[in-house]
């Protein structure tokens, strides 16, 4: 994280390239590219082999320049003054006349956009005349990285530049909220539903069955550490990782705790980090005992259930 200004300028000159830079937010890093560039985005799908029909997340710095891409509407208004910057994503209406890529919202009239809380990114963000198309820097479906060393270790020397913003602060991807007509929670991440449904004064749940897929994070197979993982396990097996929500008078190599006193944020935070250790240290599997279904506890079951299925 030294010479912030130099790495910011350097990360700006890859970009107006048409380059792809993984910059830091503070859920997971991204693979970010220009969102209004054809040939930039399509980089982002060919680095992480993703699918075209999968849509990307679109980073902006303030409104100003969301209001030329987008359409806004109360509901909006009310969650970004709320929870903005911060791990939150809103599906909204393009406008007819926006210069956001088809590659991003795979030639959808909707867009997915947020305003990340990283300062770091921010900077960059506001030394751009474009919105960044940043999906996590990680090969599609599996683990999205939360340090510097993650996205090296998923995309090696494909990845032009890092901007090393240290470890990301939340961990999991950010919340997805659908806004175009009756609110929706698309995608469970970094903001309790029940945050959202205070300030819109609703009732939303999240709608496990599969869904057309117009936002990212929506396919079955994701956040995969490449082996199998068995949950709500008491007892593991011999020669596999056991995965724990709470430390207690339980210990041997094959043992990782994500807190010490079940605390769900550590948990969410700690996670992807876990896996990633795991999966280095030639495990065949992964046992993951219970873990409580409620606040940040589902965005983390959501993630889990998901990997399980690789």
């Known amino acids: ?106 030639n959808k009239k909707t867009l997915a956009i947020r305003f990340p809380k990283h300062q770091l990114t921010r900077k960059l963000l506001k030394k751009l005349n474009y919105p960044l198309a940043a999906p996590s820097a990680n090969i599609s479906s599996k683990i999205s990285p939360v340090t510097k060393e993650d996205v090296i270790d998923e995309l090696g020397k494909k990845i032009k530049f890092v901007l090393d913003g240290g470890r990301s602060r939340v961990g999991l991807e950010s919340t997805i909220v659908n806004l175009i007509k009756k609110p929706q929670i698309l995608r469970l991440g970094g903001i309790e539903i029940s945050k959202i449904n205070k300030v819109l004064k609703s009732k939303m749940k999240f709608n496990k069955k599969k869904k057309k897929i117009i936002m990212p994070g929506q396919n079955n197979v994701h956040y995969s550490p490449g082996i199998p993982i068995r949950l709500n396990i008491k007892k593991p097996k011999p020669d596999e990782a056991f995965i724990l929500i709470k430390k207690r008078k339980l210990f041997g190599k094959n043992f990782y705790y994500l807190t010490k006193t079940k605390n769900l944020k550590e948990a969410a935070k700690k996670l992807y980090k876990t896996l990633r250790m795991i999966k280095k240290k030639n495990f065949k599997s992964i046992s993951v005992e219970k873990i409580p279904n409620l606040g940040l506890g589902q965005a983390i079951n959501d993630r889990l259930i998901r990997a399980s299925k690789f």
């Open 1 to 106: 994280m030294n010479n912030n200004l130099s790495n910011i300028k350097k990360s700006k000159l890859f970009l107006d390239k048409g380059e792809c830079v993984a910059i830091p937010t503070e859920t997971v890093y991204g693979l970010a590219a220009n969102a209004y560039s054809n040939k930039a985005t399509s980089k982002i799908f060919r680095l992480k082999k993703r699918p075209k029909k999968n849509p990307l997340i679109t980073h902006y710095v303030n409104l100003k320049m969301l209001k030329e891409d987008c359409v806004l509407n109360d509901n909006f208004f009310k969650l970004y003054k709320k929870f903005c910057p911060g791990p939150i994503t809103f599906i909204l209406k393009l406008k007819k006349k926006s210069k956001i890529s088809k590659n991003v919202t795979n």
